[in-house]
């Protein structure tokens, strides 16, 4: 029969169709290209200097910027001197006592010095400024007992006096008492260390830049306490310390010089403690605000010095409002009582 023929026909061409189907190209892909990818540049870290916090210069080997602070009360008075290791201090506070006279807090941070001295009594005043340091080693030989309260409540520092450490310091034979107590900067901060391990470095006291902004030209000042005076003299290097009229001499034949003298106007304020002769013996107040004179690199930056509490850092700025950069370098602060102002030429 021709009909089944006819079947067959047809589904063998569907086959023939579907075949030539099969065998066609598929459509060409367009190629899209590879995103360009931008190497990140590694960013450039500069190494922050490391410094001595005060005074903002970079240590020797023999130096360690982690160790805690050390301050020490030494006699100011003309048979104290010569006195022994206050070149090695960073900073020094000169503060007005009884009678008119003057004596320092000396601080040693980086630097480390075999003979210290002569060591002597605490004072009130010294609360406010140890606090500063926001946890020290403080020495002394001796206080009235009512001059100590206000420093164990905030001056934050280890006490450690020869009454009670006869073994950390010693008697010098050839000088009379009681200006005749030394000891070590080493010996000194081993026993606070050993009362307080959490000890640490001190933040710094100053902001210090290698050049001065602003100021005059000033190659001397002077300044002077009811029965005390000194002076500071720029030789084109450094400031050279003069005291009572004379040349402040070590007794390793140094002269007492610092990279910066900062003379702050203070009011002094009643302890209501009396030395034995009677004297009285002034606060030195260092919180609140007054006027600082800044003498650095043979000029002088005026401006005021501000300090809100007894737990705030203190802080020199000029007329502008601006900070005062120190020289980096040894500091000593005078505090000078506000009736007297500095004789600057």
């Not at 506070?93 to 003057?102: A, D, I, K, R, S």
């Not at 304020?269 to 043979?298: C, E, H, M, Q, Y």
């Not at 705030?312 to 020289?327: H, K, N, R, Y």
Request: contains cysteine.
């Amino acid at each position: 029969m021709r009909f089944p023929r006819l079947i067959i026909g047809l589904l063998g061409l569907s086959l023939l169709a579907a075949a030539c189907a099969g065998g066609a190209k598929p459509a060409a892909v367009a190629n899209t290209p590879s995103p360009t990818v931008s190497a990140t540049p590694t960013p450039t870290v500069t190494p922050v200097a490391v410094t001595c916090p005060l005074t903002g210069v970079a240590p020797t080997a023999a130096q360690n910027v982690h160790r805690p602070a050390l301050a020490v009360k030494i006699d100011n008075i003309n048979p104290a001197r010569p006195q022994a290791g206050v070149d090695h201090a960073d900073v020094v506070f000169e503060e007005q006592v009884e009678g008119g006279l003057t004596r320092l807090l000396a601080v040693f941070q980086c630097d480390s010095v075999g003979r210290v001295g002569p060591v002597r009594s605490a004072r009130t005043s010294d609360a406010d400024m140890l606090a500063l340091l926001h946890g020290s080693v403080f020495a002394y030989s001796g206080a009235n007992p009512a001059a100590l309260p206000p420093i164990r409540r905030h001056g934050d520092a280890v006490m450690i006096s020869y009454d009670q450490y006869g073994n950390v310091f010693h008697r010098d034979g050839s000088r009379p008492a009681p200006h005749n107590v030394f000891s070590s900067t080493q010996l000194m901060l081993a026993a606070g260390v050993a009362h307080r391990h959490g000890l640490t470095a001190p933040k710094p006291l100053f902001t210090y830049a290698p050049t001065a902004t602003g100021g005059t030209k000033a190659t001397a000042v002077g300044m002077s306490w009811p029965q005390a005076s000194a002076s500071w003299h720029w030789n084109g290097k450094t400031w050279l310390r003069t005291q009572n009229g004379t040349a402040d001499v070590l007794t390793g034949g140094n002269r007492v010089q610092a990279a910066n003298v900062v003379v702050m106007s203070i009011k002094l304020g009643s302890t209501g403690l009396r030395d034995v002769l009677g004297n009285a013996s002034p606060l030195d107040i260092t919180v609140g605000s007054g006027k600082v004179w800044v003498f650095r690199d043979g000029t002088v930056i005026t401006g005021t010095w501000h300090r809100a509490k007894i737990s705030s850092p203190l802080q020199f700025v000029d007329a502008a409002g601006a900070p005062i950069a120190l020289s980096p370098g040894r500091t000593w602060v005078e505090l000078l009582p506000h009736q007297t102002l500095p004789k600057i030429s």
